[in-house]
């Protein structure tokens, strides 16, 4: 009965337009995620360490107040997670909201799904490739602040020495993502 109700609000929401962002979680290799969505698209991923209040309350302060657990609008996001973590998707045809990244960082995210899954990167190189070589730090912070992690790929930026760098999901995270990456493109 509780989950009617709250379906109904957030379906009435919707068509009010009341809902300018909807969230819901989803379980994954990596832990649960929380996914939310604008009108304009997925804005953000967000993984478990980094506390799903904390980041809810940092959206409605940054965006907008009216935040409801809306899982329908996250449907899409869900179905293509899920097939990226059981390697039957290789990239993300989302919309995305990039709302929440600006000018330098704006640059560098637009970049990186242009890496080819299973590939990596130094961060060298992606400040190389768009257009600041000694940028070098500010690729770092710019992965390191994706609001999208896993369907903007900054995983797959690594240190030039091939460490791995870090990672907003914690390095395990990365780790799984990356060796799920290599495992699927050697069994492919």
Request: aromatic share 6%; glycine share 8%; net charge neutral.
């Amino acid at each position: 009965m509780l989950t009617a109700l709250r379906e109904r609000l957030a379906r009435r929401a919707e068509e009010d337009g009341l809902l300018d962002i909807a969230y819901r979680t989803i379980d994954s290799p990596l832990g649960p995620l929380l996914l939310a969505a604008t009108p304009a698209g997925l804005v953000r991923v967000a993984f478990a360490l980094e506390d799903f209040d904390a980041v809810l309350s940092s959206l409605a302060a940054t965006l907008s107040p009216r935040v409801l657990e809306a899982p329908r609008r996250l449907d899409a996001a869900a179905a293509e997670l899920e097939e990226y973590f059981t390697g039957t998707r290789r990239s993300f045809d989302l919309r995305l909201d990039r709302s929440l990244s600006s000018g330098f960082r704006q640059r560098v995210l637009e970049h990186l799904p242009r890496i080819a899954y299973g590939s990596t990167l130094s961060y060298r190189e992606v400040a190389e490739l768009v257009g600041n070589p000694r940028a070098v730090r500010a690729v770092g912070t710019a992965c390191a602040t994706n609001p999208l992690p896993v369907v903007v790929p900054c995983h797959r930026v690594l240190r030039s020495d091939g460490r791995l760098g870090g990672y907003l999901g914690g390095l395990a995270a990365k780790t799984t993502l990356l060796e799920l990456e290599a495992d699927d493109r050697t069994a492919g």
